[in-house]
Nanobody
Framework: VQLAESGGGMVQAGGSLRLSCAASGSSFSIRAMGWHRQVPGKQRELVATITSAGRINYADSVKGRFTISIDNAKNTVFLQMNSLKPEDTAVYYC????????????????WGQGTQVSVSS
């Protein structure tokens, strides 16, 4: 299973970006997908998660500005980021919890390689 991220980049404060992450590979079903972010020298932190049933969780710092959504048919999760702030600058990582057929539908976590988001003041 692989996670392919796209949509990072540079934007001015107040601007918007949309991140996408598509899961592909062996037969699987999605249990949850989400986004984390990391700044050099700091721990990776949760940004937002969504389950296949649509249950959503946001970090307090992004509530009201970021929106996570999932397209189960395309195995893709999106993160719409509005009203971006310089403190949102980080590498954003896609994460997923999948039930993978090749291992008896056991749950396994996967991570993307990360995409840089830079917000200038």
């Amino acid at each position: 299973v692989q996670l392919a991220e796209s949509g990072g980049g540079m934007v001015q404060a107040g601007g918007s970006l949309r991140l996408s992450c598509a899961a592909s590979g062996s037969s699987f079903s999605i249990r949850a997908m989400g986004w984390h972010r990391q700044v050099p020298g700091k721990q990776r932190e949760l940004v937002a998660t969504i389950t296949s049933a649509g249950r959503i969780n946001y970090a307090d710092s992004v509530k009201g500005r970021f929106t996570i959504s999932i397209d189960n048919a395309k195995n893709t999760v999106f993160l719409q980021m509005n009203s971006l702030k310089p403190e949102d600058t980080a590498v954003y990582y896609c994460a997923s919890t999948l039930a993978v057929a090749s291992i008896g539908f056991a749950l396994r976590d996967y991570w993307g390689q990360g995409t840089q988001v830079s917000v200038s003041s």
